[in-house]
């Protein structure tokens, strides 16, 4: 659990600051308490002082009665609750995207290349083994650049429904490994355990040519730099 605190410096400028990192054997609201209050009172600090609370939306952290923000409430009348702007931004992204045919069916699609590649080790390893391939061709021929950390073998991943960040890495973890995903999706065609895999494999190699795909895939990227450059813009 990572606790961050947000407070007045002495000049009356509104600071916010990374403070700690703890492990929690559970995250019940009681526990969650425990340890906050833990990492406070090793550092002096009162809870008694508090006066805010953010947290996202779950029961065990919003609960009105037995959540995080209830029991410190109980202690500090003055801790009020606020839902976590990033995670209301972030619902309310994924729930718009949502009423968008075009973009569900896209993420819809999306959800199923990988799946199908992470449905087996086989499959797994052989993405990674393709990938590797590929990259040594790009590097060789001068298509990608060189440093550190930036030709890893990665992999493919899922988009989370609460988490909107969760889709930019899908996209991205796709555009990467576009061609090897390709490759691993034919190999499925081939070689699947049963005609219904293979058959969506098929299916999804056809997804992954059409025009209505390809042009989403580079439509939502685009609209996520837009937005991360205009961020960048304002502070």
Same mark, same amino acid.
């Given at each position: 659990?990572?606790?961050?605190? +947000?407070?007045?410096?002495?000049?009356?400028?509104? !600071? *916010?600051? $990374?403070?700690? =990192?703890?492990? /929690?054997?559970?995250? !019940?609201?009681?526990?969650?308490?425990?340890? =906050?209050?833990?990492?406070?009172? +090793?550092?002096?600090?009162?809870?008694? &002082?508090?006066?805010?609370?953010?947290?996202?939306?779950?029961?065990?952290?919003?609960?009105?009665? &037995?959540?995080?923000?209830?029991?410190?409430?109980? %202690?500090?009348?003055?801790?009020?609750?606020?839902?976590?702007?990033?995670?209301?931004?972030?619902?309310?992204?994924?729930?718009?995207?949502?009423?968008?045919?075009?973009? @569900?069916?896209?993420?819809?699609?999306?959800?199923?290349?990988?799946?199908?590649?992470?449905?087996?080790?086989? @499959?797994?390893?052989?993405?990674?083994?393709?990938?590797?391939? *590929?990259?040594? +061709?790009?590097?060789?021929?001068? *298509? +990608?650049? !060189?440093?550190?950390?930036?030709?890893?073998?990665?992999?493919?991943?899922?988009?989370?429904?609460?988490? @909107?960040?969760?889709?930019?890495?899908?996209?991205?973890?796709?555009?990467?490994?576009?061609?090897? !995903?390709?490759?691993?999706?034919?190999?499925? /065609? %081939? %070689?699947?355990?049963? =005609?219904?895999?293979?058959? %969506?494999?098929?299916?999804?190699?056809?997804?992954?040519?059409? $025009?209505?795909?390809? $042009?989403?895939?580079?439509?939502?990227?685009?609209?996520?730099?837009?937005?991360?450059?205009?961020?960048?813009?304002?502070?």
């Amino acid at each position: 659990m990572s606790i961050i605190l +947000r407070f007045v410096d002495r000049f009356g400028i509104l !600071t *916010e600051r $990374f403070f700690e =990192i703890v492990q /929690v054997s559970n995250t !019940t609201a009681s526990t969650l308490k425990k340890k =906050i209050s833990d990492v406070l009172s +090793r550092f002096n600090l009162s809870s008694a &002082n508090l006066r805010g609370q953010g947290y996202d939306g779950a029961s065990n952290m919003s609960g009105g009665c &037995n959540g995080l923000q209830a029991l410190f409430l109980k %202690e500090c009348p003055y801790a009020y609750y606020i839902h976590c702007f990033a995670h209301r931004l972030q619902l309310a992204l994924v729930g718009a995207s949502s009423k968008e045919v075009s973009v @569900w069916l896209f993420f819809s699609k999306l959800s199923t290349i990988v799946n199908l590649i992470g449905f087996s080790p086989k @499959w797994h390893t052989e993405l990674h083994s393709v990938q590797a391939i *590929e990259i040594a +061709r790009m590097v060789t021929s001068g *298509e +990608r650049d !060189t440093g550190r950390g930036i030709n890893q073998i990665g992999n493919l991943h899922r988009s989370g429904s609460t988490r @909107w960040s969760s889709h930019f890495d899908s996209i991205c973890s796709l555009i990467d490994m576009y061609g090897a !995903t390709m490759s691993v999706l034919q190999s499925i /065609v %081939e %070689e699947g355990s049963s =005609i219904s895999l293979r058959g %969506e494999a098929a299916g999804s190699l056809i997804v992954m040519e059409s $025009f209505d795909f390809i $042009f989403t895939l580079y439509s939502i990227i685009d609209k996520f730099y837009s937005i991360k450059n205009r961020r960048v813009q304002l502070k």
